[in-house]
Nanobody
Framework: QIQLVESGGGTVQAGGSLRLSCVSS????????MGWFRQTPKNEREFIAS????????HYDDSVEGRFKVIRDNAKNTVYLQMDHLSPEDSGVYFC?????????????????WGRGTQVTVST
C-alpha cells in the first residue's frame, strides 16, 4: 500500500515562504499525477495545485497562481510545493495525494491515496 509523507510545514510571517515536501513509497511514483490540497475549517479539502506525470503539466487554484509552484522529482519519489508571498488565508493543513486519472482533476474524491498532512500557519 502506497504511503505519502508530507513535511516542511510550520509557522511563518505574512510575506514569507515555505517549501512542502511529499515523499511517496510507490515504486511507480512517476506514473501518476500528484496533487496538493488544503483542509478548510469545514473539514473539506480544497484543491491547491497538481502536477501530472510530466513536470510541465501543472495546474493551480486561482488563489495561489503566481505564488505557489508544484515540482516533482521522480528520481526522489518526491513532489514539492513551493509557497511564496504567503498570507494568513493560506493557513491550514496541507495534504498531498495521488490520482490514477490521466487527465487533470481538482476533485478530492478522484485522488485515491493521501498523506497525513502538514500544518502551515501564516501569522500577521
Amino acid at each position: 500500500q502506497i504511503q505519502l509523507v508530507e513535511s516542511g510545514g510550520g509557522t511563518v510571517q505574512a510575506g514569507g515562504s515555505l517549501r512542502l515536501s511529499c515523499v511517496s513509497s510507490a515504486r511507480t511514483f512517476g506514473s501518476y499525477a500528484m496533487g496538493w490540497f488544503r483542509q478548510t475549517p469545514k473539514n473539506e479539502r480544497e484543491f491547491i495545485a497538481s502536477v501530472g506525470r510530466s513536470r510541465g503539466d501543472t495546474h493551480y487554484d486561482d488563489s495561489v497562481e503566481g505564488r505557489f509552484k508544484v515540482i516533482r522529482d521522480n528520481a526522489k519519489n518526491t513532489v514539492y510545493l513551493q509557497m511564496d508571498h504567503l498570507s494568513p488565508e493560506d493557513s491550514g493543513v496541507y495534504f498531498c495525494a495521488r490520482t490514477r486519472r490521466t487527465l487533470f482533476t481538482s476533485k478530492p474524491d478522484l485522488y485515491d491515496a493521501w498523506g497525513r498532512g502538514t500544518q502551515v500557519t501564516v501569522s500577521t
